[in-house]
């Protein structure tokens, strides 16, 4: 990706009551707000998401805040990347306009009692393996989208049911904000990118090649004609396994906005993957359109 060279500078923000005045001046002057959330540590997906946001909306928010909530216990909250200085150089660079970036203590003060839970798809893949994380997300999101109070707000396709429960939130609660879903970014050996990349040795970084290998065999497969839920899974499994350090968290060949299974590969259809390899838990998905 091409990165810009932008004049304006970058204004930093930690606390809540200074973005919702800036948000506000912003409204009242007509500009559009685009806002893209993180955990920081960015890469260049994050970045393709601040140049969509660049190239539709007058200012550009950006925000770090590694959420505390949406961590298990067994999680790798004190672990997780955190480079803020140069997340700031990366974000100055690209021309985004606000890097918003609050304490844990701002965002969830003591006697703070509150969370949003989107039911029925949050259950499902990751929601199976990480219970807490969807109940925390919509939670951090509601709470950022209060704050920022954004037009669009730009969410990549890699965390397809996290931006399913986005959608669903901002649709149940009538949020006044469009939600842009954007492609997964890969590297060019076809790893989707991911903060959490960093953490893989050279040789798990090769292991963690068989998630995108395996979802580029399912497309073929399909294309040749398998249409068993279970035959793209099982040879799935194959691929994944062969490789050494690699353990599975699920599989799941299902309907990319319900969430259910599939036993049968007939319309639109979601193959998503998580797979634990080395020190990192990974995820990648490939959508099979109708065909
Ligand atoms: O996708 C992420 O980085 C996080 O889940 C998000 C949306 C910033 C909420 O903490």
Same mark, same amino acid.
């Given at each position: 990706?091409?990165? @810009?060279?932008?004049?304006?500078?970058?204004?930093?923000?930690?606390?809540?009551?200074e973005?919702?005045?800036i948000?506000?001046?912003?409204?009242?002057?007509?500009?559009?707000?685009?806002? !893209?959330?993180?955990?920081?540590?960015?890469?260049a997906?994050?970045?393709?998401?601040?140049?969509?946001?660049?190239?539709?909306?007058? %200012?550009?928010?950006?925000?770090?805040?590694?959420? &505390?909530?949406?961590?298990?216990?067994?999680?790798?909250?004190? *672990?997780?990347?955190?480079?803020l200085?140069?997340?700031?150089? @990366?974000?100055?660079?690209?021309?985004?306009? $606000? =890097?918003?970036? &609050?304490?844990?203590?701002?965002?969830y003060?003591?006697?703070?009692?509150?969370?949003?839970?989107v039911?029925?798809?949050?259950?499902? =893949?990751?929601?199976k393996s990480?219970?807490?994380?969807?109940?925390?997300?919509s939670?951090?999101?509601?709470?950022?989208?209060? $704050?920022? %109070?954004?037009?669009?707000?730009?969410?990549?396709?890699k965390?397809?049911q996290?931006?399913? !429960?986005i959608?669903?939130?901002?649709?149940?609660?009538?949020?006044?904000?469009?939600?842009?879903?954007?492609?997964?970014?890969?590297?060019?050996?076809?790893?989707?990118?991911?903060?959490?990349? %960093?953490?893989?040795? #050279?040789q798990?970084?090769?292991?963690?090649?068989?998630?995108?290998?395996?979802?580029?065999?399912?497309?073929d497969?399909?294309?040749?004609?398998?249409?068993?839920? @279970?035959?793209?899974?099982?040879?799935?499994?194959?691929? =994944?396994?062969?490789?050494?350090?690699?353990?599975?968290?699920?599989i799941?060949?299902?309907? #990319?906005?319900?969430?259910?299974?599939?036993?049968?590969?007939r319309?639109? *259809?979601?193959?998503?993957?998580?797979?634990?390899?080395g020190?990192?838990?990974?995820?990648?998905?490939?959508?099979?359109?109708e065909?």
């Open positions: 990706m091409g990165i @810009k060279i932008k004049s304006r500078t970058l204004r930093e923000i930690s606390s809540i009551s973005m919702k005045d948000s506000q001046s912003l409204r009242k002057q007509n500009l559009t707000i685009g806002f !893209v959330p993180t955990m920081g540590c960015l890469h997906g994050h970045l393709n998401l601040v140049k969509r946001s660049l190239e539709t909306c007058d %200012r550009t928010v950006v925000s770090i805040f590694i959420n &505390p909530t949406q961590f298990g216990s067994n999680e790798d909250l004190d *672990t997780y990347p955190r480079q200085e140069s997340d700031i150089e @990366k974000l100055e660079t690209i021309g985004a306009d $606000i =890097l918003f970036h &609050p304490t844990k203590e701002e965002m003060p003591p006697g703070y009692k509150t969370s949003v839970e039911q029925n798809i949050t259950e499902q =893949l990751c929601g990480r219970p807490d994380l969807f109940d925390g997300v939670t951090v999101v509601l709470k950022l989208f209060n $704050i920022v %109070r954004p037009h669009n707000a730009y969410f990549g396709e965390d397809w996290q931006l399913a !429960v959608e669903t939130l901002v649709e149940d609660l009538n949020l006044d904000v469009a939600i842009i879903r954007v492609p997964i970014v890969r590297e060019a050996d076809g790893l989707a990118m991911s903060s959490r990349n %960093r953490y893989l040795s #050279p798990e970084r090769q292991s963690a090649l068989s998630l995108s290998r395996s979802l580029q065999q399912a497309r497969n399909i294309r040749r004609g398998t249409t068993s839920a @279970k035959a793209i899974s099982d040879s799935i499994r194959q691929c =994944l396994s062969e490789q050494e350090g690699t353990e599975i968290d699920y799941s060949v299902c309907d #990319p906005e319900s969430f259910k299974e599939k036993e049968q590969i319309g639109r *259809t979601l193959i998503a993957l998580a797979v634990k390899v020190p990192s838990r990974l995820i990648d998905n490939c959508i099979i359109e065909f």
